[in-house]
């Protein structure tokens, strides 16, 4: 069963437009805010996320408090000045952890999927819609399980329930497949066309395609590339995955 979901909503920039385009969004592995030299440091965390300075960005594997463990969303938030939301999806030794959302425009909904997988490790998906320039987008962030037969039903069930027609729909997070014909990758790429997938694990030197950003409509997606700075290669295992959305 997912954990309950958090919202805490920011007032967005103005704007006269009527277009939510353009946008950087980006995705994230934070790692627990655990960085390559071992060390917790969501401040850390935060720095490469004002180097990215996305519009939108999709948490994994965020410590969400307990255990006399703060929760480092608030870190994040409060360096960035975004608007977040997050869902938590397990405990360990007391402490929560889940999938996050920033935004820098409303988040006036969210919703937690609960894609679990028998006995395995619990996963889930934060879907969120958010309001830019008085358009709304859904958003899901994700993180993915490690088996593939895991895999295979998480995703049949993400296709199921946000394909959404009256708005554009974008799903990011790390997906966990490094098999590129795969049947999960085969399915995403039928449902929203292929995206480029250039390697974000492991951090120090990146080999896997493990993160993604896929969107519906497709001809929206101006460019992806990785955010390989020294600092977000310390940061965490994985390195940030940006995104150039335009109309």
């Not at 307990?66 to 939301?85: E, I, P, R």
């Not at 199921?160 to 729909?169: C, G, H, I, K, Y």
Request: proline share 8%; hydrophobic share 45%; glycine share 6%.
């Amino acid at each position: 069963m997912m954990m309950p979901m958090s919202l805490a909503t920011e007032p967005a920039p103005g704007s006269a437009s009527s277009s939510p385009w353009p946008l950087v969004i980006a995705t994230w592995n934070i790692h627990g805010a655990v960085g390559a030299d071992g060390e917790y440091a969501p401040e850390r965390v935060a720095r490469v996320l004002q180097e990215i300075n996305a519009d939108i960005v999709a948490l994994q594997e965020v410590p969400l408090g307990g255990a006399h463990m703060a929760n480092a969303l608030d870190v994040l938030q409060d360096a960035t000045g975004l608007a977040a939301a997050s869902a938590a999806t397990c405990m360990i030794s007391g402490r929560s952890y889940g999938n996050a959302i920033l935004s820098r425009y409303p988040i006036r909904s969210t919703r937690a999927i609960d894609i679990s997988f028998g006995s395995r490790e619990p996963r889930g998906a934060l879907d969120a819609d958010i309001e830019c320039h008085a358009s709304m987008l859904r958003i899901i962030a994700t993180h993915l399980g490690l088996r593939p037969a895991e895999r295979r039903a998480q995703i049949r069930k993400l296709l199921q329930v946000f394909d959404t027609e009256e708005m554009p729909v974008i799903l990011m997070g790390d997906v966990n497949e490094w098999f590129m014909w795969g049947r999960p990758l085969r399915w995403l790429v039928s449902h929203f066309q292929a995206v480029p997938a250039p390697p974000t694990f492991p951090s120090r030197l990146p080999i896997f395609a493990l993160d993604r950003i896929w969107i519906h409509p497709r001809h929206r997606l101006v460019s992806v590339q990785v955010h390989a700075s020294a600092l977000a290669r310390l940061a965490s295992d994985h390195l940030p995955l940006v995104a150039h959305i335009d109309g």
